[in-house]
Structures are given as C-alpha cells and as structure tokens.
C-alpha cells in the first residue's frame, strides 16, 4: 500500500524552469503580445476615466465661476439679454474676444449674475465667486457682495436664466457623458478581447503540457511505473497541468497590468498633487510588509496543499482499484479511518490557507479604507481652504480606492505563480524521466522477422545485483513452441519482459533473428510480438475497441476473423449490441474467461510473428479452457510461440520445455523426455497430479 502521508519524489528537479515555460509560450507570443497591447489601453483607459469625472465636476458642474466674455455671434456660446456671451477664450489675451465680462455667484441657495466688468473687475469677482462670499446686502431680486476695491451687485437668476447661462456648461456635461460612455465601450471591448486571447491561448498551451506529457509517460519504461503510483502520476497530468493553465492564461499578463496600475496610478497623482499623494501613500511600506509575509506564508502553505493532495490521490488510485481485496478482509473501516486522517490533515492545510487569505483580504480592505479616509480628512480640509479642486479630490479618492486592489491582486497573482512554479517542477521533473530503454541512432531494420529467438549468456536483475535471471542461454528456433516452468520467482515472467525490451539486461545477449535486439527499434520488437497475459486489462469503450486498441489498420472483417479463431465469438454474438457492447473500466461486465478470450483476440487481429503467454489459461474455466486450447492450435501455427503455465497439462504439447530455479535453466526437453529424467519437471508433475485428485 502507498504511503498516504507523503508523495513520493520522482526526482529533484533543477533544469531551467522560467525558460521552459517561457518556451511553450512562444508559438502564442503574437498573441501574449497582443494581449499585453489590450492590457495597456485598459490600464490607460481606467486611469483616465476618474479624470473624466472629475472634468465634469470643476469645468462643468463647479464651473459656474468661470468667467464670462462678451464677444461677437460667431464666437458665442450662449446669448442672454442681448449679448453673445462664451467662456472659450485665452485668459492670458481676454481682449481678443471682446472687453466686457460677466461673472456668476452662488450663495448656497441662489444664483446671480452681473454684467459690464472690465478685466481686472472679472478677475476680483471670480476670486469672490471662488471663495464665500462676503455679502454686504440682499434683496429678493439681487445681492451685493464685497470686493477688494469696491462693491459688486449681482441679479438672482431665475430657473430659465440659469438654463440659458448653464447651457454651455450642460452641453460639456453631455459632451463627457457621452465620452464616458464610448469610454466604457472601448473598455469592455477589450477587456472582452484580452481575456477571450489569454483564456484561449491558456488553454492550447495547456493542450500541448498535457499532451505532450502523457505522450512522454508512454514512453517510459515498466521499471518507472513499477516505483510509481499511478495516483502521482495522474495528479501530473491533471491538477498540475491545471495550475499553469492559470498562470499563462490570468497571471503573466495581469500581473504586468496590476504592476502598470499601481506605477500608473502613484505617477498621475503625483503630478496632480505631491502632498495629498503622500498623504494618500502614507500607508505603503505597512502594505509592502504584510505583502511580504502574505506570499511567504501562502506559499509554504500551497505546496504543503499539493503534496498532500498528490499523496491523497494516489490513496485513492490504489485502494478504489484494490476495493474487492478490501472487502474480501473487511478492511472498510481501517481503511476509512485512514483515509479519514489524510483528508482531516488536507483539511486543516486548506484551513490555514484560507485563515492566511481571511487574514489579508480584510486587512488590505482596511488598509484601503483607512487611506480613503486620510485622504478625504485631509482633501476636504483643502477643498475648503481653496487649495485643492473637488475635481481633484474626487480624482484622488477614485485613485486610493483602486490603488489597493492591484496590490491585493498583485500579492495573489505572486502567490499563484509561485505554486504554478512549484507544480511546473513537478512536471517538468516527470517530463525530465529518461527512457532507460534507449534506442540506437541508426537501428538494424529487418526486412520480416522470422521468430528466431536466442538468450546468451543473459544476467537480469531488477534491482542493483540482485539477480533473477543468471547465465541464461537457449535458443528458440522460428516456428518452435517453447515453455517454461518452474517456482514462483524462478525468472519465467522476466523471461517474456526481456524478450519485448520491456528491460534491459545487464549482462549477455538477446538476439531476434540473429541480431541484438539493441540493434532493433522497439516498435519492430514489439509490433512482431503479440502478449497474452494472465492479468487482463479491458479499456472503458466497447468490444471492438477493445479488440482494435484503437489501431485503425484492423479492419471489422479482421477483428470478427480473430474473435470466431479463438472462440470469442460465441459470447460476443451473444451480447445485445455484439462489438458495440459497452464495456465498463477493467471489463467488470465480462467473466474472467470472456476477458481472457478478448485478450486472445486482441492479440491474433496484429497476427504476431511471435506470440508469448504469460499463464493465459490460468483464469479460464475448464470448458472455456477447452476452447481455447482448440483456439491455441490455430494460433501457434507457423508462429514462435513461448509459453509459460503453472498447469503442465496446458504445455506437455511443446516441442521444448525449458525448467528454471531460482535463475537457472536446470532441464529442458519435451515433456516426455522430462519425466524420464526424473528431476525438478517430474517432482513438479507428481505434485500437480496428486494436487488435482
């Protein structure tokens, strides 16, 4: 059983990551470019849409204290009592559009208006329109106010006055509204854009990880998958290949959007005003410290997380395959409270991440606020003493009230590009397992193998020196049928691994047809061997998918051809949809003979030169054996057939028998000459006869 507490360490990897993921990016780099271009004019856009605003409030709502000038028909903007009036001109030349000028005053509840002001009157009454007034008299129909060198009168507006006086500040107010709105437009267009390319892009990066992984995991050898839970192994392909499907298709690019922001966002209030941007950034370095430790705590946390969860999927990889075992023990409990344990220890790692998270969402919020609250403290106080525009204020609370969620967004997106890391270690430490089974550059390409088989000399051992084949040597002529027998470990299955190149020896030779098999590429091996094995596998699919293992060149005439020679047919004509059957994962539907029947199919469609089988009656009843034995003689016909069986009545038909112990070939000949010399093959016979009486 696996150990659920820890994920076992493939490797240590220590390769090039940011270059390699950099890599898969590059086919798609028009594309992270454009991206980025998209990313830069809604970081634009966003920073100029508060300035929008706060053009509406000064120029056109705060504006009414904006001088006025008397000028000529063409130039004007409005026309009241007479006179054609405009705010359009050149304050430091005003004499260019005429020398009279008018000027508007808000007492809090009224407007007014006076007229006939030359220059330097127009400048002493924006500066009272400006500040409050100083109100030396009021009437119903007027008001006078006090100026530094003498006294003003103003007319009250009545409603329509003020809409013909307002209607060039009304007509900006609409000119920026509708701004705003292509603004808006502009904005969701391509934010709508960006993350359509980003997603899409994503998503065909992570098309090619995963394909390109799992086509990397078919190429290592048996040895790998033997020292591997088949749980780790999924949890690379699937959960990790997902975490950088985040970081290519939200992080990269966001995180350089977030970076312009915050830069983008300091710079402009800088420029508006230095000290309400210091007060507005008063707060920063607390920012930068809980940043800090946020990213460092959420990232120790994060690969904990993914260690416990590969660990927990390989748990369940093993035993949801071995419940038939857990059942038959009564072992449900035991094993529930273990896996009970597990999840309760993922479970408290999820809670401290989402105590970390909980921790600083609301403190960054907080932050936020109380800078928001600095700001408007501060803000009114200047808006107040006439220092600073509401415009502006407006502009800086907009500002302070965004500048905290890029830097919220920034620690986050740090935080997942940090575990997109640690899971691209992972991968990349998998994709980094090289095939010990290598494969020479200029190969030995036989014309037609003939079945010729030759074991010289050969020392194997699966692990270091510990030998379970040891000077082994025989020859299997093309077209023999040979067996082997012998004990539970003698070395007969690592016979048929080492003849498909499924392991290296270590020392000796294997020959095919005379030439080493080092020499030959491992599909010419394995294309000219078909396999039958005690352990059948059946694929989620159907009968005939299962037959073809999705090999296109077997054709359906084929396919029933293989199923009527090995007596297969019988059960499948039988089924409701016959080769379209369903078939569940691992054949749970179909008896062990039937499963067994199916293999021996699967196997005669690729017409094997050579056919191997590893105990392939062992799981047959005996009047399914009956039929295979019948099926077995069409099978071996002008084929090298190697065989390997407990039940010795299945294989006294061979031409040789070879007896293995414990690594060494101890007899071979027939069956009958075997029991002539009264050795291991004879003791082995007795024992079976007297076992079945």
Avoid at 288 to 303: A, H
Avoid at 378 to 399: C, E, H
Avoid at 568 to 578: D, N, Y
Wanted: one cysteine or more; charged letters at 20%.
């Amino acid at each position: 059983m696996a150990a659920i507490e820890k994920e076992q360490v493939i490797t240590s990897y220590s390769g090039k990551l940011y270059s390699r993921l950099f890599g898969y990016m590059k086919p798609y780099l028009n594309k992270f470019v454009t991206a980025l271009i998209l990313v830069l004019i809604v970081s634009g856009i966003s920073l100029y849409q508060p300035m929008v605003i706060a053009r509406v409030i000064d120029t056109y709502i705060g504006g009414y204290n904006a001088p006025y000038a008397v000028t000529v028909d063409s130039l004007a903007q409005t026309q009241y009592e007479g006179q054609y009036l405009t705010k359009k001109f050149d304050t430091e030349r005003p004499y260019e559009v005429g020398d009279k000028f008018a000027q508007m005053f808000y007492d809090g509840e009224n407007y007014y208006f006076i007229t006939d002001l030359t220059w330097e009157q127009s400048l002493e009454t924006q500066k009272l329109a400006s500040d409050t007034l100083p109100v030396v008299a009021k009437t119903e129909s007027s008001i006078t106010v006090q100026g530094e060198t003498q006294q003003y009168t103003a007319k009250l507006l009545n409603k329509e006055d003020l809409v013909t006086l307002r209607s060039m500040d009304f007509r900006g107010i609409l000119t920026l509204g509708i701004t705003y709105v292509v603004i808006m437009i502009v904005l969701a267009t391509c934010n709508i854009a960006q993350v359509w390319i980003l997603q899409s892009t994503g998503q065909n990066i992570i098309f090619n990880i995963r394909n390109e992984l799992f086509r990397h995991v078919h190429t290592l050898p048996l040895r790998f998958f033997d020292t591997h839970p088949v749980g780790q192994i999924v949890t690379r392909i699937t959960n990790d290949v997902e975490a950088l499907n985040h970081m290519y298709a939200n992080v990269v690019v966001n995180l350089i959007r977030n970076t312009i922001m915050i830069i983008g966002y300091a710079v402009v209030m800088f420029m508006l005003n230095v000290k309400m941007a210091l007060i507005g950034l008063v707060l920063l370095p607390f920012v930068v410290v809980i940043t800090y430790y946020f990213t460092k705590l959420s990232r120790s946390i994060y690969r904990k997380i993914r260690t416990k969860v590969s660990a927990l999927n390989t748990f369940l990889s093993e035993h949801i395959s071995g419940m038939k075992l857990i059942q038959i023990f009564a072992r449900e409990q035991a094993k529930y409270d273990q896996f009970a344990a597990a999840t309760d220890d993922l479970y408290r790692s999820r809670r401290k991440e989402l105590l970390v998270y909980a921790f600083f969402r609301p403190l960054m919020n907080f932050t936020g606020n109380l800078a928001l609250s600095i700001v408007l403290y501060r803000g009114a106080n200047y808006v107040m003493g006439g220092t600073l525009t509401v415009g502006t204020l407006y502009v800086f609370t907009s500002y302070i009230r965004s500048f905290f969620e890029p830097i919220q967004e920034l620690t986050e997106q740090f935080s997942t590009l940090q575990n997109a890391f640690a899971s691209a270690e992972k991968i990349f430490t998998l994709l980094d397992e090289k095939n010990t089974i290598q494969e020479k550059s200029h190969p030995v390409v036989l014309d037609k193998v003939k079945g010729k088989i030759e074991f010289k000399n050969v020392w194997f051992a699966y692990e270091n020196e510990e030998y379970v084949l040891r000077d082994v040597s025989f020859v299997i002529n093309p077209g023999e049928k040979v067996a082997f027998v012998g004990a539970t470990g003698a070395g007969k299955s690592s016979i048929l691994n080492l003849i498909g190149r499924y392991y290296d020896i270590q020392k000796g030779e294997i020959l095919i047809d005379d030439v080493n098999i080092r020499d030959l590429t491992l599909n010419q091996i394995r294309s000219a061997i078909g396999q039958v094995q005690q352990d059948v596998f059946i694929f989620t699919g159907n009968i005939r998918d299962n037959i073809r293992l999705l090999n296109t060149d077997i054709s359906q005439e084929k396919i029933e051809e293989s199923s009527k020679a090995v007596n297969a047919l019988h059960f499948i004509e039988r089924l409701p949809q016959k080769y379209d059957e369903p078939v569940t994962e691992r054949g749970s539907t179909l008896s062990a003979g039937q499963r067994q029947l199916l293999s021996f199919a699967r196997t005669l469609a690729i017409d094997p030169v050579i056919l191997v089988m590893d105990e392939a009656t062992a799981n047959i009843d005996t009047e399914t054996e009956q039929l295979i034995q019948d099926a077995l003689k069409t099978m071996m016909e002008g084929r090298t057939t190697i065989m390997v069986a407990h039940r010795l009545s299945t294989i006294q038909h061979a031409d040789n028998i070879i007896v293995l112990h414990k690594g060494k070939i101890r007899e071979s000949g027939t069956h009958q000459e075997l029991l002539q010399k009264d050795g291991i093959y004879k003791k082995l016979y007795e024992l079976q006869l007297y076992s079945d009486r």
